[in-house]
């Protein structure tokens, strides 16, 4: 395209020293791997889009990159990419951001910016004229290509907002599929750059309904914007999926929205975080089409390949390598955790998947960790039910494990102050300060969280609690507490007691809270205490002992207590201060239980048919002298 | 009996039951003055086997009391806590509308003997204890009622206060041994509770938490009761360390078996007796009276047999 060549010219002529990238004005250059471990070639990604996504994406790669050189070459481009359309609300942002570091030449160009505003008006009388023209003569088409018109030059213009209705009038006036598919289309263009994805959704929808206008370029393009939309849903199964169904015929057809490099990247990213194994081969590794995305972006295609053939060090180390300019793309940038997340967390579970035991030293060098925080990462992932296996922490094995019949240990921890606290989660966040002859915001923040904290199980917590958007307004009043719960959930247990601790001294002044504060630091700590105990089949105490701060012998009298409670289900070796768990043989207890119901039931029996038997005789026993 | 020598009676009154028994199930006048005998003797065995036989049969009910209070003391002696209890259990629960002395003293017995064999004892009576002994029972056992209480408690040093304090009136009732073995029953019970807490344990621990004085008497006290077999356990003299192992039975031998079957068949046996029992109850005359009385008088649904005028007495 000419636009391209000449910007590109232009950026030979001016030789400057933020260039980053080899040379550049060869055609090949777009099909180069973009998104590498080095720093971002802020060029040749930006060649990769056209129109007004591309000035979207400088200026956040600008506000979010972290040095000055590339920030000011992204601002530089992007200033000339404006410069070439019509937005003058975005050119004085662009000018104000540049603050003049980039010379005279990139100045507040006011010339410029009047003379364009001043076309624009011209334009925009002259379309309304021709609008109105139209509307009288009720000709279907043009009226239908006047407020396109306007649409086009409400989006040139930076005015999304009167871009979009405009579009959307348009609906009225199509005739043909062909015409509906092109509104949509519009449409949907508008909504990316507002942000408003549900918008992108519907469109979507309504122009797949239209089947035969519809070539492979726009399905193509529908399923991509589709992918987009579930992408910022945080779907990322269906994301994943729409992604992949997208055709090569994409190519460089869209580049007002999207690259095929993304394409390629956002899909494989999100298969690798949420499809299983089997769909990872068949939709991602042996589909044709999506070959050429990945071919696009190698580091994206060795990167899956590396996790099918467990080769994770490797993988994650790509992952890694991405990860710093993955966060500059600005769609994908706040999933960037979460996926990460997820791939790790998959990986994790795809290693121990296939073995009794692991050992966990191996394990950690497979994964480029220590193996303490590896046994952090599975302890979290057992807890959550996501591998089935217990952790030998004395001899660093890991071995699978059939769920088992354990009981709930926290039944008598959930009696007290479930109802208590289910009042206060539940309370919207309307309550503000409009009770404060009762309660303030924060007290309900307190209570609700110490109660919940003190009586729910796991799930709970984090459905309830963690989760909550309406009791996250109140936890922001009182931010130890958010932390409180945060540490326990995540397993920082000595944070946590420690934050309880610096807490006790207030809530016993609290007129409701200071007689319930012993009972409910008594539950949490057992809570705590049972929870860590969890995912383990042994314990060695002094690590136990220095998560808690406390020492061996009182966390010994504490545990005995609570295994005497049978709230755990262990015994404690002394002599070597590690504690094991037990679980019960349901086997022999049964056998146990069998026999003692057999010889209860004979003495019960019997004496009741000796009873009958003197009832029977009636007799009155009359008092007889002692003995 | 008069001729001060209790022994030579016993071996005639053994085949003086046998011969008037009606069935091994009645119990005669003779059975308590025997047990008596063999109290008075010494000579347990031919006591048990006596006991050994289910009774359903009573005519007298003084001798009912007298036979089971005995009987209690006879297994007492042969350390058969658990008949002792069912015994003494029967006396205490028996229908009576007075109060009488053997019942007292059972009582204080039985709650003896429950502290030993099973090591909690309840306040609380079953459902089918006559009212009068409920009312009045506890006021006559006052000192054993709160050598319970202190058992319960788990602390030896309490226990021994206790046993100081009613010295006399558990003389007085010759229960003096019966209290010496609960104060070290307490021992066992907490040892046994510690198998459920650890795994393994120094010597030097049990004697703190049980309150022993050494570990030379830990290891004495784990010792009989691996002996006794109420725990299981191995003893590392090197490093003063027990370590408790799981019950070995698996429940999959031969014996376990029949005895298993045994049960069955006993308990099988019994239900049947209980059938009969409620049969012939349903059919007693005094019950269908009493029955009657509480029946609507014009009952147009069950026309059946029993037309509530004819049974009012």
């Known amino acids: 395209m000419d636009a391209e060549d000449e910007a590109t010219g232009h950026m030979i002529e001016e030789e400057e020293i933020y260039v980053n990238g080899g040379e550049d004005g060869d055609e090949s250059k777009r099909h180069r791997p973009i998104i590498s471990g080095e720093q971002l070639d802020i060029e040749a990604y930006a060649a990769l889009y056209t129109g007004r996504t591309k000035i979207s994406r400088l200026l956040f790669i600008a506000e979010k990159c972290g040095n000055a050189s590339m920030q000011l070459d992204a601002l530089r481009m992007a200033y000339d990419e404006i410069k070439k359309g019509e937005n003058t609300q975005l050119f004085r942002e662009v000018v104000a951001k540049i603050d003049g570091r980039l010379g005279p030449n990139y100045g ?82 508008v909504s990316i750059e507002m942000g408003q994805f549900t918008h992108v959704t519907s469109y979507v929808s309504k122009a797949e309904q239209s089947q035969d206008a519809l070539d492979s370029i726009t399905i193509a393009k529908l399923r991509c914007t589709a992918g987009l939309a579930l992408l910022e849903g945080k779907k990322y199964k269906l994301a994943a999926r729409k992604f992949l169904e997208t055709g090569p015929d994409l190519g460089n057809s869209y580049t007002e929205v999207i690259a095929p490099q993304d394409v390629a990247t956002y899909g494989g990213l999100c298969a690798l975080a949420s499809f299983d194994r089997a769909e990872l081969k068949s939709k991602v590794i042996d589909n044709i089409n999506f070959r050429n995305f990945l071919e696009l972006v190698p580091e994206i295609r060795e990167l899956i390949n590396d996790f099918y053939t467990s080769h994770y060090a490797s993988c994650l180390e790509y992952l890694g390598n991405l990860k710093a300019n993955l966060f500059l793309d600005i769609h994908l940038h706040d999933h960037v955790e979460t996926l990460y997340e997820q791939i790790r967390n998959k990986a994790l579970i795809q290693y121990t998947h296939p073995f009794v035991s692991v050992d966990l030293h191996m394990m950690a060098n497979a994964f480029n960790t220590s193996v303490s925080s590896l046994e952090k990462e599975l302890e979290a992932l057992i807890t959550n039910n996501q591998i089935q296996a217990r952790i030998d922490s004395h001899n660093k094995i890991l071995y699978a494990r059939h769920a088992d019949q354990r009981n709930a240990t926290f039944q008598r921890v959930l009696q007290t102050g479930c109802e208590f606290d289910r009042e206060f989660l539940e309370t919207g966040p309307d309550l503000g300060n409009s009770y404060t002859e009762v309660i303030a915001p924060q007290d309900v923040a307190t209570y609700g969280g110490l109660c919940a904290l003190a009586s729910f199980d796991r799930a709970e917590l984090k459905s309830k609690v963690i989760d909550n958007i309406n009791f996250r307004n109140f936890l922001e009043l009182v931010p130890e507490i958010r932390e409180l719960i945060n540490d326990f959930y995540t397993s920082h247990y000595a944070s946590c007691l420690e934050y309880l601790g610096n807490l006790k001294a207030n809530l016993l002044l609290d007129i409701h809270l200071h007689d319930h504060v012993e009972t409910l630091y008594e539950q949490i700590r057992n809570k705590a205490l049972i929870q860590y105990t969890h995912p383990f089949v042994s314990v060695d105490l002094h690590m136990m002992a220095n998560a808690f701060n406390t020492s061996v012998s009182s966390l010994e009298k504490e545990l005995e207590a609570l295994i005497t409670n049978n709230q755990i289900q262990a015994r404690i070796d002394s002599h070597n201060k590690i504690l094991y768990a037990r679980h019960a043989d349901q086997r022999n207890t049964t056998f146990q239980r069998v026999l003692q119901t057999g010889c209860e039931f004979d003495r019960e029996v019997r004496s009741m048919l000796l009873r009958a038997n003197l009832i029977k005789h009636e007799f009155n026993l009359k008092a007889s002298r002692k003995h | 009996m008069l001729l001060e020598d209790p022994m030579q009676g016993v071996a005639p009154m053994l085949t003086a039951i046998r011969k008037l028994q009606l069935s091994s199930e009645h119990l005669t006048t003779l059975h308590p003055d025997f047990l008596l005998f063999c109290l008075l003797a010494k000579c347990y065995k031919p006591g048990l086997s006596i006991l050994e036989d289910d009774i359903f049969d009573v005519d007298q009910p003084r001798d009912f009391f007298l036979y089971c209070y005995y009987g209690g003391m006879i297994c007492i002696g042969q350390k058969k806590f658990s008949k002792a209890l069912e015994l003494l259990h029967n006396v205490v629960t028996a229908p009576m509308s007075i109060l009488n002395a053997i019942v007292v003293e059972a009582y204080k017995k039985y709650i003896l003997v429950s502290l ?21 029972l506890k006021n006559f056992s006052q000192p054993y009622l709160e050598l319970a209480n202190s058992y319960g408690a788990g602390k030896i040093s309490e226990l021994e206060l206790c046993v100081q304090a009613h010295n006399e009136k558990f003389e007085f009732d010759k229960n003096l041994g019966l209290v010496k073995q609960v104060v070290s029953c307490m021992y066992k019970r907490n040892i046994q509770r510690l198998t459920q807490t650890y795994l393994t344990l120094s010597l030097q621990d049990i004697a703190n938490t049980v309150q022993l004085n050494s570990a030379k008497e830990a290891e004495m006290h784990v010792l009989q009761m691996i002996q006794d077999g109420e725990i299981y356990a191995t003893i590392n003299q090197k490093d003063g360390m027990v370590r408790f192992l799981e019950d070995p039975e698996q429940y999959k031998t031969c014996e376990m078996i029949e005895r298993i079957d045994s049960s069955i068949q006993r308990i099988m046996m019994l239900s049947r007796k209980l059938t009969d029992m409620d049969e012939q109850l349903s059919c007693d005359p005094l019950y269908l009276a009493k029955a009657g009385k509480e029946r609507q008088r014009f009952d147009f649904d069950d026309f059946d047999s029993v037309p509530s005028s004819k049974f009012t007495i």
């Open chain 2, 116 to 136: 030993i064999h099973v090591g909690q004892f309840s306040i609380s009576f079953p459902k089918y204890t006559s009212s009068v002994a409920q009312r009045n």
């Open chain 1, 108 to 189: 507040p160009d006011n010339a410029w910016a009047d003379a364009v505003d001043r076309r624009a008006e011209l334009r925009k009388e002259k379309l309304e004229n021709e609008l109105n023209a139209y509307r009288t003569n009720l000709i279907k088409e043009s009226i239908r290509m006047g407020y396109n018109d306007f649409g086009d030059f409400y989006f040139a213009h930076g005015q999304l907002g009167d871009a979009f209705k405009n579009y959307v009038r348009t609906r009225d006036y199509c005739t043909t599929s062909k015409h509906i598919v092109h509104m949509c289309l519009n449409a949907i263009l």
